[in-house]
């Protein structure tokens, strides 16, 4: 599969700075902020500094160092939000998962009871 990166979509515009965030975490190969429309009391989105456009195409081509930044990225994230009771991490993907963002982000999610994962 090809996967075609658009650099003007709005997190490689948080990336290079050109909007503002409200970001929680940073590392070499991760940024993590808050989401603009929480859906819960905690709601940040972890994002590779890297040009991804989904999580498959993440998986499949970053490197083992890009790999392991997002991945404590999100520990940090869990540590510092506090989700010890528990949280969901979502990535939705293309037209199915309903991905508005076109840049590889997980969704973590948590602070109160989520209910179950699919409504449908
Ligand atoms: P998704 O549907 O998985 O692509 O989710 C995109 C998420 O990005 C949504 O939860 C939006 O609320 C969030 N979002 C969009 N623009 C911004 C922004 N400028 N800062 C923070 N979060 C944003």
Request: proline share 4%; glycine share 8%; hydrophobic share 45%.
């Amino acid at each position: 599969m090809d996967f075609v990166y658009d650099d003007q979509n709005i997190f490689a515009k948080i990336l290079r700075g050109e909007i503002p965030n409200k970001t929680v975490y940073e590392n070499d190969h991760a940024l993590a902020f808050e989401d603009i429309a929480p859906q819960a009391p905690v709601h940040v989105l972890v994002i590779p500094k890297g040009a991804y456009v989904s999580l498959d195409h993440f998986a499949r081509d970053a490197s083992a160092d890009e790999q392991a930044g997002f991945m404590r990225a999100i520990a940090e994230v869990c540590r510092l939000t506090d989700v010890a009771a528990g949280f969901r991490a979502i990535a939705n993907t293309r037209a199915h998962g309903v991905q508005d963002v076109p840049h590889y982000h997980m969704h973590i999610i948590g602070g109160r009871q989520l209910g179950r994962m699919l409504q449908g």
